[in-house]
């Protein structure tokens, strides 16, 4: 003793030694020595048991290494530190509860083999933890959910074997695997040849559907993975739910993140990156919740997120780049520009889309391909351009909730919720095309209207597909764009009464069925209508067509086999069928009948009938 407050201080290199083969170790003043290495071993339990029960060590090279049987508790305001070597806690069975340690730029290495990691409830110290490195194994969990673990850390994996996992990291941090070794004493007093070593990565539950929480408050989170074969840097057991938050930072995910049926909430302050193709989020039937607050969400292209049966939701303050998402439930996507990372996969697969896209939804070169039931969006003047693999119909889209997992860990009460919306709205053009499959439109609800062209195309690569546009709502281009509507069809088109075709100012209608089919029909329904100001309107068919009105200060052209009125004549008050300064007609199964004719309103007609057509 040299009249400090430490009770054993070994000045320069010297080693310390406290052993207890079978019983227990009570610290209560300081342990220390210069640039030496500390050895305290317990056969049953370990405390520091005052605030003045510091262990500390000098040099960098110096290491402490505490090791219980049956448990480790430090009062608040006792201390553990080095300066700069590595600090090693070791309880076999039993909990590890924390004061402070301070490894400063070595690392520290914290086991409870068979018991919890756990802060104090009444804690002074702002940080528990302060290293380089930082390795957490315990065969229950990690902290609590009202008392996370504070840490100062650049690199952390943790494993809780049978509960959660709460830490609030200061600044930024990532997620990889570690390696932490310390010298033993020997009681010759020496250390050579005597150490132990610990190696971890990632962060894990693997028991009692243990949630994982881990928050930045001032920095980013990168989440890696070691050289495995598994892919993973963070993995929830069961019903575990995860909670990355970066209050005022980015999140960087380089490796895959999973949960067996939990939800997994990503929030960013600034950016949220898969920049990896290893970059998977997955969850079997929890929901998925990314959101960045100030900055983008990017997928490069091979990343893929999958929630099973739940909700996915993607939200931006500015742009998303999309590498796959995928569920049997419901997407809503919301930023600035929402574009394709490639040209590989399928972008959305689920059962219904929302898309609020403030300029951009695709790109003419590069469309957002889809696997989905139904699609509603409003997109800004950059359009929309969607591929659809089969059939999809444009109607409203209920709103879609996902859970937000909270600081504890929990979901209970805890929703956010992007509401409701209908049709296909766009202030710059619209293309929206099938490869395989039929396209309707919902009346009331599914109308597509932009500023721009609109292309509504279905196509087939199945012998068996018919792929035809059923229009129960209308089509528009908004006044003053002057926007050109085509409308094409491998095997049939039809119009109900809510289904107006209407292109503003100068710009012209196309709808045109492609393959010569028995169905390859345009049918328009009594009341139905295409309209332009001044553009020319063709409808083409393979077989054929049935009028409602077509009415344009243009030309018109009507191209099938048989061309008739789907309205009876009424001689009291006739529907017009086709009002234009020129109509072209090519029926080669005649046009009108005798009981009902096509009513006209034209300065001039050139027409072909056929030779067993009638006009």
Not at 319 to 346: Q, Y
Not at 419 to 431: Q, R
Not at 543 to 566: C, E, K, M, N, Y
């Amino acid at each position: 003793v040299d009249g400090d407050s430490k009770t054993i201080d070994v000045i320069g290199s010297g080693n310390i030694l406290i052993n207890a083969v079978a019983g227990s170790v009570d610290i209560q003043s300081g342990v220390s020595t210069g640039t030496g290495h500390i050895s305290v071993l317990a056969g049953t339990t370990l405390s520091q048991s005052q605030s003045a029960s510091d262990i500390s060590t000098v040099g960098v090279t110096g290491t402490i290494d505490i090791k219980a049987g049956t448990g480790i508790s430090m009062v608040d305001g006792a201390l553990t530190g080095s300066g700069g070597g590595n600090v090693r806690y070791e309880s076999v069975a039993g909990d590890i509860t924390l004061g402070e340690i301070a490894a400063g730029s070595g690392k520290a290495a914290i086991i409870a083999t068979a018991g919890s990691i756990l802060d104090l409830g009444v804690d002074t110290s702002t940080v528990d933890i302060t290293a380089t490195d930082l390795l957490l194994t315990a065969g229950t969990g990690i902290a609590a959910s009202g008392d996370h673990l504070e840490t100062t850390v650049v690199n952390l994996t943790a494993k809780a074997n049978g509960g959660s996992i709460f830490i609030d990291e200061t600044n930024g941090v990532t997620v990889k695997d570690v390696s932490v070794t310390v010298n033993r004493v020997k009681t010759d007093g020496s250390v050579t040849s005597s150490t132990v070593t610990d190696s971890q990565e990632d962060l894990t539950t693997a028991g009692a559907n243990g949630n994982i929480v881990l928050k930045s408050t001032t920095g980013d989170i990168t989440i890696t993975d070691a050289a495995d074969t598994n892919a993973l840097g963070i993995s929830a057991h069961g019903s575990g739910n995860i909670l990355l938050n970066a209050v005022a930072g980015s999140i960087d995910i380089q490796s895959g993140i999973t949960s067996a049926s939990g939800s997994i909430s990503v929030l960013a302050n600034v950016n949220i990156s898969q920049s990896q193709t290893a970059s998977d989020i997955s969850t079997t039937g929890g929901t998925i919740d990314f959101e960045a607050t100030t900055g983008l969400i990017s997928m490069v292209d091979g990343a893929d997120t999958n929630a099973g049966s739940g909700n996915i939701r993607y939200t931006a303050a500015t742009t998303i780049t999309l590498g796959s998402l995928s569920t049997s439930g419901n997407v809503s996507l919301t930023g600035t520009a929402i574009t394709d990372s490639g040209a590989a996969e399928t972008d959305v697969t689920a059962a219904t889309l929302m898309v609020r896209a403030t300029t951009v939804f695709g790109a003419g070169d590069n469309h957002i391909e889809t696997t989905v039931g139904t699609l509603s969006a409003t997109v800004g003047s950059g359009g929309l351009f969607v591929t659809e693999s089969d059939g999809v119909t444009i109607d409203t889209v209920a709103a879609v909730t996902v859970n937000r997992v909270k600081s504890d860990g929990t979901v209970t009460g805890s929703t956010v919720t992007d509401a409701a919306l209908s049709d296909l709205t766009s202030l710059g053009a619209v293309v929206l095309q099938t490869t395989n499959g039929s396209i309707t439109t919902a009346a009331t609800n599914g109308e597509i209207s932009a500023a721009g062209n609109i292309l509504v195309k279905v196509g087939e690569t199945a012998p068996a597909t018919v792929a035809g546009i059923s229009l129960n709502a209308s089509v528009s281009t908004n006044v003053g764009s002057a926007g050109n509507i085509s409308i094409i069809a491998a095997d049939f088109i039809t119009q109900s009464a809510e289904g107006d075709i209407a292109a503003d100012g100068a710009g012209t209608i196309d709808v045109y069925t492609s393959t010569s089919t028995s169905s390859g029909a345009i049918a328009m329904d009594p009341g139905a209508s295409a309209s332009s100001g001044s553009g020319n309107i063709r409808y083409q068919a393979t077989t054929a067509i049935s009028l409602g009105t077509i009415s344009t200060g243009g030309d018109v052209s009507l191209r099938g086999a048989a061309i008739t009125d789907s309205s009876a004549d009424d001689s009291a008050s006739p529907d017009i069928d086709v009002t234009a300064r020129y109509l072209r007609v090519f029926a080669t199964a005649g046009m009108g009948t005798g009981t009902n004719h096509i009513e006209t309103t034209i300065t001039r007609l050139s027409a072909d009938v056929g030779a067993a057509g009638n006009l």
